[in-house]
Each structure stands twice: as C-alpha cells, then as structure tokens.
C-alpha cells in the first residue's frame, strides 16, 4: 500500500497553517500507517503567504522530511479547494516502494535549455546503478514532476534540454507555479528553500504504477489559420498580415476592442490558439496555446510554447460544459485503469483560466473530478499558469488544460 495523508488549510498565519497541515499529516501516518514511514512532502500555496514562515511550521513537525512544490494562483484537494491568498495543501507519501529525489534548479529564465540538462544529469545520476544495487531503468518505473516558474518558464527550450541527457523516453507532468497576478514572480520549494525564476522538482523511481489523463474543454472556432512569421513563441504574422491585426479580424472590432488597454486579458476571458493536433485522437484535434502578452508597436502575439512558421491553428474558446464533461471522463478513465484506485495518491494540475476566472468560483470543476473519484480519495493539486503532461508518449506544454495523474504502488 501507498501510505498517504492530505491537509488542507485557510489560516492566515503561516507559522500556524505550515505546522497545522504538517500535524495533521503525522497524525494520520502515526495512527493508520503505524509501520511506515513518511517519506515525502508535496506542498503547494497561494502568495500571501510568508513561505519561509510556512515552511518553518512544517519543519517544526517534520523536521528532515524531503519536499517539493510551488506557489499557486489557489490550492486543490479532496478537503477544499480555493483561490484566496492564504491557501494551503500539503500531502504525505510513504513506501518501501518508491524513492523521491527533489531537486530545485536555478537561472531558468536565462537559459532554460541548461536548466533541462542539469535536470536530465540529475535523473542520470540519481539513476545510475552501483555494486549490488538493482539497476533502475525506464520500466522499473520513473516519473518526472515540475513545477517551473510560471514567467520564466520556456517549456521548448526546457524539455529539449531534459531529452538531451536521457537515452530512454521518460513522462513530465506537473504545471508552472504561479500567482495572484498582482506580482511578477511566482515561488518554487524544495526541502527548506523557496526560490523564484527555478524550475523544483521530484524524481519518483521504483515499483509503482501511474496513469495520466489530459483534457482542455475549448471549442475551435472560425476558420484555420497559419502562422506566416514568428521567431520562437512571439507570432509576427497571420496568413500574411500583422497578428494583432488578424486577431482584430478573428474576434471582431466590439470584443477586440474590449482588451484595448491590456490585451493579456484575452487569456482569462476564454480566448487561446488551438494548435492543430490531428491523427492523435485528442480533444477537437487541438493544443490549447494562451496569449500571453501582445506587442502593440510590432503587433504581435506572445503565447508559451514555440510557433514556428508553418503552424496552423484556429482561434479557440473555452466551453463550461465541455470542460466539466471532459474532466469527469479522464478521472472516470484513471479510476477504471488503476488496480486499486481506493489506495492511489491523485494529483490534479489545473489551468487558473478553468477555475473562478471561467466558472465565477474555483469549485465547479475540481467539484466534478471530485465526483468521479467517487469518494474521499487523497487528492493535491494546484491552479497552475501552464500546464504539463505528455499526450499519446508525446511531452506537451499545455494552456487552459486540466492534467490528472493516479500513482499506485506495486
């Protein structure tokens, strides 16, 4: 069995919210799991808190305990989940069946390809075998979790880097850490530190199992589209015309000119690019791509990955209904894959553009994934800025996407 243990806190003092939720995941391992030990700490936040604080109640009560996480624009799991500026959830993991190795890597924004190869050398040496040890490969399971920074973060350049250290296929799933958008940084966490413009992270290697499910809930709209001119994920030129131009044409002169004084906004009022992604049996046939900023003086559009010259893509938007009933089905599928599902540990990295910016409130989503797992199964999460899961053995940087993740021990 997988020992695990959720807490889930709204207190506004950090001290006291760290070393609550830190108590309550001792007491759980103290009194269900007596023989096992907690090995690992997800944790994630949202920004008014103090995390040097936070982190100092957790410490208080699990001193010595390796951990990993970010900040977020609101906390999820199975005991709540919110938006507010003092949101905390932090998880407890024991095995004698999985290792955790965290890691925290700096100058992201810099240079984000020798960020992904200092993470790729980590991976290989925390893998490589020594004299009698069990050699550690591709299928005596590894999973990656990452939690870059949610500005800094440059998701092509980041995996490229991770690939080019690696001689075996290996899954990434986590999502950018983010914020209330009142700040330019977003915070990442490892052991006892908390860092910005990083990428932190967990390494799980041994005998389990995992499931991943993606799914966005954004319809295509209008008609295809190709990208004419670009350089890296800036696009210069639509069919030939000037971006924001095209964009103007796209979504009309009364709802383009709504975003007239910060035209970021689009990105938290249902507006992204769908990537064409056909032949994949994926939803709508389409990556999900926000817009991330525009330039007014060269009149282009910034979104988060890579659009080179060529890229076809339709103008998506965001659809309740569709999301609420995408979510429910990758959950419902997870749960009927696991062997069993009462003893997984489940993750939910979702989109902050799916939560109270979509539905008026965090809850209605995460609430329907909640009912699929059909009871009170240990869930953690967080609202991301981005989201990252691979899609038919495909690593993707995603946008107004939920990822869900099931981990089984062996």
Not at 204 to 214: A, E, M, N, P, S
Not at 325 to 351: H, K
Not at 382 to 407: K, R, W
């Amino acid at each position: 069995m997988l020992a695990k243990a959720v807490a889930y806190s709204q207190l506004e003092n950090s001290l006291e919210a760290g070393g609550y939720c830190a108590r309550v995941i001792q007491e759980k391992f103290k009194h269900e799991f007596k023989d096992r030990p907690l090995n690992f700490l997800f944790l994630f936040a949202t920004v008014g808190h103090d995390f040097e604080q936070l982190l100092a109640g957790i410490r208080a009560i699990a001193p010595n305990i390796p951990l990993c996480g970010c900040s977020g624009a609101g906390s999820i799991t199975h005991l709540g989940c919110d938006e507010s500026l003092h949101s905390v959830a932090l998880m407890g993991l024991g095995s004698d069946r999985i290792n955790f190795y965290p890691f925290i890597i700096p100058n992201l924004g810099e240079n984000p390809h020798k960020a992904g190869e200092k993470i790729g050398q980590f991976i290989r040496d925390t893998t490589s075998t020594k004299p009698g040890e069990e050699e550690i490969t591709a299928t005596n399971n590894q999973l990656l979790f990452l939690f870059p920074d949610g500005f800094t973060m440059y998701a092509d350049a980041l995996y490229k880097g991770i690939k080019t250290q690696l001689d075996y296929p290996l899954d990434f799933v986590g999502g950018t850490a983010g914020n209330d958008y009142r700040d330019e940084k977003t915070y990442q966490f490892c052991n006892d530190s908390v860092m910005s413009n990083t990428v932190s992270g967990v390494l799980l290697t041994g005998q389990f199992d995992y499931k991943i499910r993606v799914s966005h809930g954004s319809k295509p709209l209008g008609n295809l589209k190709t990208v004419t001119r670009s350089q890296g994920n800036t696009i210069y030129e639509i069919d030939g015309k000037p971006a924001l131009e095209q964009l103007r044409e796209i979504l009309g002169e009364k709802q383009f000119d709504r975003f007239s004084n910060d035209m970021s906004l689009i990105g938290l009022n249902l507006i992204g690019l769908g990537v064409s992604f056909a032949g994949k049996d994926y939803s709508e046939d389409i990556l999900v791509r926000a817009i991330l900023r525009t330039d007014r003086e060269e009149q282009s559009l910034i979104v988060g990955t890579e659009m080179p010259v060529g890229s076809v893509f339709r103008i998506t938007r965001r659809d309740k209904k569709q999301v609420l009933a995408a979510t429910y089905n990758m959950v419902e599928e997870i749960i009927n894959e696991l062997q069993s599902p009462d003893n997984a540990a489940y993750f939910y990295f979702n989109c902050v553009g799916r939560g109270e910016h979509l539905f008026g409130d965090p809850e209605p989503d995460v609430s329907i994934a909640l009912e699929a797992l059909d009871g009170d199964r240990d869930l953690i999460g967080f609202f991301s800025f981005g989201e990252i899961a691979p899609v038919i053995n495909e690593q993707h940087f995603h946008n107004y996407t939920g990822v869900f993740v099931g981990i089984e021990a062996r």
